[in-house]
Nanobody, 129 residues
Framework: DVQLVESGGGSVQAGESLKLSCVVS????????MGWFRQALEAEREGVAA???????????YYADSLKSRFTISEDSAKNTLYLEMDSLKPVDSATYYC????????????????????WGLGTQVTVS
């Protein structure tokens, strides 16, 4: 079975950084799309960033416009791991962060739609005060 497990969340002060990780197991394919989403209390799940993964090399990256100056998505195919580096964190960044996998397609313009992704992790909590 495909499993995604996030880690790296925590409580930090405004202005600090965090790096989230998402380990994928049970799947090794060709080009697909992996994304980071976040969901704050009483809010909809929103797309943070996505990356087209190809085990023969790198792929395109996509960001929410409001976050691309502070967040960086990357992946290490050898470790089957997706990363999200978050700098200059603000209290509004507080949320549960989820990673997601679309096995069947690259990212493209629909990368931020949660319905695009078949597999999800359980999330890791980020709190910024």
């Amino acid at each position: 079975d495909v499993q995604l497990v996030e880690s790296g969340g925590g409580s930090v002060q405004a202005g600090e950084s965090l790096k989230l990780s998402c380990v994928v197991s049970g799947y090794r394919g060709t080009t697909n799309c992996m994304g980071w989403f976040r969901q704050a209390l009483e809010a909809e799940r929103e797309g943070v960033a996505a990356i087209e993964t190809n085990y023969l090399g790198g792929g395109g990256t996509y960001y929410a416009d409001s976050l691309k100056s502070r967040f960086t998505i990357s992946e290490d195919s050898a470790k089957n791991t997706l990363y999200l580096e978050m700098d200059s964190l603000k209290p509004v960044d507080s949320a549960t962060y989820y990673c997601a996998l679309d096995r069947f397609a690259g990212c493209g313009g629909g990368w931020s739609r949660p319905s695009k992704y078949e597999y999800w992790g359980l999330g890791t909590q980020v709190t910024v005060s």
